[in-house]
């Protein structure tokens, strides 16, 4: 053995030799390198007696490549609290929250197309966690591939001097190549050392960011002091408590550092480096299909029966093919019963829970994050508290680990836990499994959210460092009314009266008044939720805070967990909508594209709800649609869809029906046009032909003969018919449509025959007298819009631009009448102008009612959308058109004198040659010199062929982008319009006014009949409390019906989007076996055939684990299928 080894004193002494003079590095300092290396050479002359090789360290630099790696040389006894200090103090790398130790492959190891995922799911847990990576860090195996991974998926991502995940390669010295070029002067040590890469050996992978050489001795003998170096390094990192990682513990230092293992491939000797591992109690991962040693362990463990040894016929074939091993005979070798007895100390009942098998088959890049976080929590080496911790520091996306977590055994241990800082921390992280997690074991949201705490949740989120998702709109908002107050009233603290005026009064446009709850007592220590009235709200809360602060795995999985899930989803959307609007105006683009993708996707979530609601029950279905919010502020859902404007739920198919419904009013909804009008013209004689809903049926059949005879009871169910039609919305609207015509028939004869220079004429008056009614009219829409203020009824009313057509109407009617009273003679030419603007206005305006139209309110829509092309077009017109008329008219008549009439010239003639008006005299001749024949022909041609063809294409462009959606468009501006008539008065114009009388003489006589009551003795009103209180309760059962038929279609919805998320996941797997079997591509020639046959063979239990048996199933499947064609 002794005469196998090489000194090192040899080898040393000729490491020169051979050395071409060009090829010798040259050692260039920097400025940057001086703080490096005077730190380094502090520590080499202080531990150069305690294991440290002067001169050989410093920082190592890779020949065409520019990333540095700090580098030392070590002896193979040196103390690993040294290495520590080295690496925490020296190299400055932040101390870990996980130390990953990859053991495996050498020289012959193979990357498989499948074990890159493999890597980029480490890359993914070690920057996820701010893990350590130690390795063997050569440029050959699984170090090599690991190197390359964690680089390209986190380092060279890093924007700073510090690597994102530090990759640490421990070897030994004598095995590294030119390893001359890493050795300087003593107490210098070289910085940098250039390195050059040979593809004949294996040297040190340009990809690690720090190198431990380990000096044994020996020179190109594979041995194991790097091996006992970093397993003493790695035990005595275990021991260090935890410091600040990548997402920081909730108990900082209350844990100590968890190391695993994870083996890939590997030979014979990984077996005993795996079994070392064990008995230290370090957990192991091993990923079943990446071969070798690995495959051995995982066969192994299948076939592993309790409490019984392992037998070599059960792995002997394994152990041949994966290890290549040979042997012939009966006669084992002893080094095969080495590995035995290697095999059965790994898979012993002890170390049960410290094996984790993660099959390579069924893995992508999130199942390694998932193995390696579940072989920690399966080892058991740490508190619960420490486990959530580690959960939360992991923040991945699986969820089967809660059940290492949440076992029967620690269900009572974490009782007395107080969940509340990792619920918050999870929260602030959406890391929406952890929070899912605490919910379903034991975690109160009522108890939870405080006020004291929604704030502090709030305050993080908004006022936090930019990397945390929130949003910079949100807190612009919040700044503006925290500023608006008294400078006295002036806090730090982030008040939740501010989030709730933005929320309500800024994002929900006074849907809500306000969102606060809060107890008599005011404290903050226990719940605000105590009330029975406030079951659910913490749930709303807390959704409300997610989906601004733009959490969206946890806004999801609470809008799952809560109740009105309809109305949820749509207030969320109609918040986020506004913000993406506002944050679209402000330039914050990204954020704008978050807000907008959330919000689609909650609008998408309320309509695929009640598809299944309406699937299920269409009755109950409906019923959703219009009853009271009083969580979202009382109003319903379709009010909170029109108010937010989601067009793609309002055309969903019930609540086209619901709106049908209202339209008829107490008519049956499919009654036919015909009749409606007919009784309209033959009121009342024909009402009988119309078939009421409920007891108004009856109705119908009871005085269906003669309205005269019948019996009283008949005569007043016949009058409540005469009624029902003639307060339901589709008669008003037809009774709107008769007044129009008669009126602009009225208005037109007036402006024509009937305008007097002297006196008012009557039809004059008739008509002020109609438009005051109508004024009336729009002073109750102003008064009953849902805002507390005027100025915000206001601002709500004239929203619409048809009531601001009809100001503009009433505006223009009011100004001429008031002008014809107080002009004569000549003022008479200003009044006909009014009169003919305020006409016109009133001719486009019953261009609303065709809304209610099928075929014609598409259109309407269609000529909306189109309008903002001709301005457009229109502005690149002016353009041409003053650029032309003005050196048009500088030719034609120089030294105008300046006037009104020459700013009317320039622009008159170009526009009318654009219309093909060349204004030539008979012979064809332009008048003026010849530039400006030059100049016209030059014109008409931009003008006639280019702009006009251009307005065409743009014409076209918007018909073909809104006809697919026009009528989505026209379904939702239906319901403004039977709005609208819904709580109109009955009749038209001048009629309007007795309804309005009424409506007022009611209102005055309800205000005077509140303040009676509050002067009422407390005995009548604790009576009448008690009366309201049973009423409530009588209504409780019936809602409480509804939210559990709201959330029966909301689960069968979840559940539908995730059976085709899994069905998704099935066909790329699919794909991905047939890319990879050669036999594959012929037998099947698409993934076609697969989804027929799966979708002919599948069941809810089949899972991505089958999809290998179901794929040579599969290939049998078509073989036979292309045998019988041929």
Known sequence: MMNSRKRLKTEESHSHCHVPLQELPLTVTTDNDYGASAKMKTFVSRYRDSGVVDGSFGELRFRGFGQASPYVRVTNDIDPEVLWELMTSCWDMKPPNLIISVVGGDAKFVLKERLKKVNKGLANAALSTGAWVFTTGLHRGVSKYVGEAIWGGANCLADSGQPAVNVVGITTWGNVPNRHRLK?????????????????????????????????GTVETAGWSDVEVRTRLEQHIGQQTIGQGAKGAIRCGGRTIPVVLMLIEGGSTTLKSTKKALKRGIPVVILDGSGGAADVIALAARKKIKNELLKLEDVEEKLRSALDLKWEG???PPYVISLMRHLNSILKEENRNLVTVVRLNESDAMDID????RALLKAEIASPEDQLDLALDWNTSGVAWQDEIFTRNRIRKLQSVNKDPYMVMALLQDNAEVVEMLLDNGMHLATFLTEQRLAELYSKAVYGRGDDGSSTTLNRLIEEKKNSRQPEQHTDLLDLADVDDVICNRLLESQMKTMLRRTGDGSSNDSDYDDDDDDGVPERDLFIWSVLTTRKATARLLWRRGTDQIATALTASKMLKELSSLSKAEGQLDEHKHHESLAEQLETDAAG????????????????????????????????????????????????????????????WFTPLWKVILSLIFFPVTVFTITFTDDVRRTVRTVGCSPAHAHP???????????HYQTAPITKFYYTVVFYVVFLMLFSLFLLTDLLNDVISPSEWFLAAVMGVQLLDEIRQIVSQDARSWLRKLQVWQGDVWNRMDAAILVTFFLAFSLHCGLRGDGMAAVKVVYSCALILAFYRPLQMFYVHEKIGPKIIMIREMLQDLLIFLSLMVVFVLAFGVVRLALLSPNSPLSWKLFVDVVRVPYWLIYAQLLTDPEGHVAGPWLVSILQAAYVLVTNVLLINLLIAMFNYTFQNIQGTAEQFWKFHRYSLIHEYVGRPWGAPPLTLLPLTWRLVRAVWTAASRKDSRRQPKRLASGRRGRQTSGTHAAIPEVQRQRIFQKLGADNYILKEKQKSSDEKLVFQFSRIRSEL????????????FQLYFLSRRTHCLGPEDVDFLFLDLLFYASQNTFSSM
């Open 370 to 373: 998932e193995g390696l976080l």
């Open 1078 to 1089: 050669p036999y594959g591509r012929r037998a099947i020639p698409n993934a076609g055939c």
């Open 330 to 332: 009966a006669h084992v």
């Open 184 to 216: 300087g002067q003593k107490g210098i040590g070289k910085f940098p050392a250039r390195y050059r890469l040979h593809n004949e050996t294996a040297p040190l992978d340009l990809n690690h960011t720090h190198f431990i050489l380990v000096d044994d």
């Open 713 to 723: 009871c008949g005569i007043r169910r016949y009058l409540r018919a005469i009624y």
């Open 609 to 668: 709800v009640m598809d299944e609601c309406y699937r299920l029950d269409p009755r109950r279905a409906l019923g959703l649609l219009t009853r009271p919010q009083p969580r979202w502020g009382e109003g319903s859902c379709m009010a909170i869809a029109n108010s937010g404007k989601h067009m793609a739920f309002m055309s969903h198919a019930a609540c086209q029906t619901n709106l049908n419904r209202v339209w008829f009013g107490h008519m049956e």
